[in-house]
């Protein structure tokens, strides 16, 4: 797959794209979690080995798929989403693509690509969903008894949300789990165990919030040692909502 890929800077973030030997038309943009990372010539998602399992499998279906830096620990701010934009228009102009993409976002990436859906709306298909971070303010709840954490966690919301430590309390600028229901085809997939996001406060207050609007949302949980096994079930998904081009 070494030749299909390619790496480039926009607004001075490092972003990739890998083309596959036979594209069925569509693209996959992936938002990635706290550690995911884009370079000159790498990113996690070639890296590690589980990702690269299923980025592998996604660009063997046809897909086009790319991603970016986006700032590293974004947390879901308004420049990274901003940015998702961009790179989507970009790769818009660059690829021979379907204008309606896929997104893949793991982790925290759920913060950013909520927010796209909502810009980006006529222009998204479906969103697969690894592991949310969807609650922020539950998640810094959470923290709030784990002093490192919750330290480093403050430390990481200022720098990507541009405001001084003492802003963070009074803060209104963070998503909410209200303002991130769309009603767009999405689905989750998580692991049971041994994840940064409690599934009761992300995954199942997004269940229920999806549920009590009348747009509910499918959920398959995984067993830890399975929790790369699912590249095919996400193309699966994705095919699934590609019926009305």
């Not at 938002?31 to 998602?45: P, Q, Y």
């Not at 269940?207 to 398959?220: D, F, S, Y």
């Amino acid at each position: 797959m070494e030749e299909n890929q390619r790496f480039f800077q926009m607004g001075g973030q490092w972003n990739a794209v890998h083309v596959p030997e036979k594209p069925n038309g569509f693209g996959v943009l992936i938002i990635g979690d706290a550690n995911h990372f884009v370079d000159d010539h790498n990113s996690l998602w070639i890296q590690h080995i589980g990702r690269k399992r299923i980025i592998d499998e996604i660009v063997r279906a046809g897909y086009t798929v790319f991603y970016s830096n986006l700032y590293g620990v974004h947390w879901g701010s308004v420049k990274s989403v901003l940015l998702a934009r961009q790179l989507y228009h970009i790769i818009q102009k660059q690829e021979i693509l379907n204008d309606k993409i896929h997104v893949l976002a793991e982790g925290m990436g759920a913060l950013t690509a909520l927010q796209l859906s909502e810009l980006l709306k006529e222009h998204i298909r479906s969103i697969a969903l690894i592991n949310p971070c969807i609650d922020l303010k539950a998640q810094m709840e959470q923290e709030k008894d784990r002093k490192f954490f919750f330290k480093k966690l403050q430390k990481e919301l200022a720098a990507a949300y541009d405001i001084s430590l003492d802003e963070i309390k009074g803060y209104d600028g963070f998503p909410t789990l209200q303002s991130l229901l769309t009603s767009l085809p999405a689905k989750i997939w998580q692991t049971t165990t041994n994840t940064s996001y409690d599934p009761n406060l992300h995954c199942k207050r997004y269940e229920e919030l999806r549920q009590k609007n009348g747009i509910p949302i499918a959920v398959t949980y995984h067993l830890v040692e399975k929790r790369y096994a699912y590249g095919s079930s996400i193309c699966q998904f994705f095919k699934k909502n590609e019926q009305h081009l």
